[in-house]
C-alpha cells in the first residue's frame, strides 16, 4: 500500500506520543542524583530539527539550581524516561520503534547554572550507536532502567561543564528532517582534572540535516551506522575513536556493558496488544503485533499502526 508522505508523517506523529522521552536524571559514579542537575525540558517532544538553536539544550528548559558532581575519570550517568518523573523500571525508557544512537557531550564554561547552551563549545565524550543487526544504544537504555553510563575524561580541566545527553531515534528518518532529537543538559562540576582543552564543536553547527546519521533510513540493508557528530574525545588518544560502530565490534570503553536486548520481544510476548496509535506490525518489527485497543492498520511495507 502506497501513502502519501504527509499521511505517514501524520500517521507516525501521532503513534509517537506515547513513546516519547526524555533524559531527566543524573548519576555521580553509583550515586543517584536524581533531578537535581538537570535543564528540564518542558516536554517529552523530540527538538524541532538538527539545526535549531534548540538541538543545543532543547527548547527552553527549567534553569538548573543545582551542581552535580564528579570527578574527572571517574563515571557518571544519564537517565532517560518517557514520562516526568517516572523512574519505573518496567516502563520503557524510550518506547516502541524508536531506535537511534545514545550520544553525550561536555562544554566547559564558567558558570553551568548561566551558560548559554548554544555559546557552549562541545567536545563528544560518548557514544553508543548501532551495536547489532536491529540492536541500538536506545535499547541498551531500555535494557538499563533508562541509564547510559560514560566516562567523564581525566585530562579535561577541573571545573564547571554543561553535559548535554542525546537520544536520536531514526524511526521516521529516512525522510528529510525525520530524525527525532531528544536532549537534555546537565549542569556538572568536575573535580580532580588536568590541562587538555579537546577540539570543540558548537550546536546548532555540529549537524546537518543531510548527515549519513542523520537522514538515514533505519529499514534499509546497512552493516553500519555512522554516528554524527565529531569522534569521540579520549584524553592522549589524538583523533578519539572512530566514529562508525562496526556491526559486531566491541562498543567504545566509556559505554558499560549491555545487557542482551530483550524488551522488544518480550514485549510481544507479554502483552495483550499494543496501545492506540503505537506500531503494530511493518518490515522487521519485532513488537506486538495485535492493538489492545483499536485495529492494527497497514501505513506501508514498513509501519502499521494502532488506529480506532
Ligand atoms: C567545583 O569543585 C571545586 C573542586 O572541588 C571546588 O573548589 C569548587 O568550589 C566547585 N565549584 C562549584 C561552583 O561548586
Ligand atoms: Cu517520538
Known amino acids: 500500500m502506497k501513502v502519501s ?7 507516525v506523529a501521532a503513534s509517537s506520543v506515547a513513546a516519547h522521552a526524555t533524559f531527566q536524571e543524573f548519576w555521580s559514579g553509583s550515586t543517584d542524583q536524581a533531578g537535581t542537575c538537570v535543564r528540564k ?17 532543547n527548547a527552553n528548559p527549567s534553569a538548573s539550581t543545582a551542581l552535580c558532581t564528579v570527578a574527572a575519570g571517574g563515571k557518571a550517568s544519564v537517565e532517560m524516561h518517557q514520562q516526568p518523573g517516572d523512574r519505573s523500571c518496567s516502563n520503557e525508557a524510550i518506547g516502541g520503534n524508536h531506535d537511534g544512537p545514545v550520544i553525550v557531550y561536555m562544554a566547559k564554561v564558567d558558570n553551568a547554572l548561566t551558560a548559554s547552551a548554544t555559546s557552549a563549545k562541545w567536545f563528544k565524550v560518548a557514544q553508543l550507536g548501532l551495536i547489532s543487526k536491529d540492536v541500538w544504544g536506545t535499547d541498551s537504555l531500555n535494557s538499563n532502567c533508562g541509564k547510559f553510563e560514560f566516562t567523564v575524561p581525566s ?6 561543564y554543561l553535559v548535554r ?4 531515534a531514526l524511526h521516521v528518518a529516512g525522510q528529510l528532517n525525520g530524525a527525532q532529537p531528544y536532549v537534555s543538559c546537565f549542569t556538572v562540576n568536575v573535580t580532580g582534572g588536568g590541562s587538555t582543552q579537546p577540539p570543540t564543536v558548537s550546536f546548532p553547527g555540529a549537524y546537518s540535516a543531510t548527515d549519513p546519521g542523520i537522514k538515514f533510513d533505519i529499514y534499509g540493508s546497512y552493516t553500519s ?11 592522549g588518544g589524538g583523533t578519539g575513536t572512530p566514529v562508525t560502530t562496526p556491526q559486531q565490534g566491541t562498543t567504545t570503553s566509556t ?6 536486548p530483550t524488551t522488544t520481544s518480550s514485549t510481544a510476548a ?6 492506540l496509535y503505537q506500531q503494530c ?3 522487521d518489527w519485532k513488537g506486538a503485533t495485535t492493538c489492545s485497543s483499536g485495529t492494527c492498520k497497514v501505513s506501508n511495507e514498513f509501519y502499521s499502526q494502532c488506529l480506532p
Open 5 to 11: 508522505t504527509t499521511l505517514l508523517s501524520a500517521l
Open 41 to 57: 525540558p518542558q516536554n517529552n517532544n523530540p527538538v524541532s530539527s538538527v539545526t535549531s538553536a534548540d538541538i543545543a539544550c
Open 155 to 160: 585530562c579535561i580541566p577541573s571545573g564547571n
Open 165 to 168: 545527553a542525546e537520544v536520536i
Open 225 to 235: 551506522y555512522t554516528v554524527p557528530g565529531p569522534a569521540v574525545f579520549t584524553c
Open 255 to 260: 559505554t558499560k556493558p549491555i545487557t542482551t
Open 270 to 275: 507479554n502483552t495483550p496488544g499494543a496501545a
Open 281 to 283: 506490525g511493518g518490515k
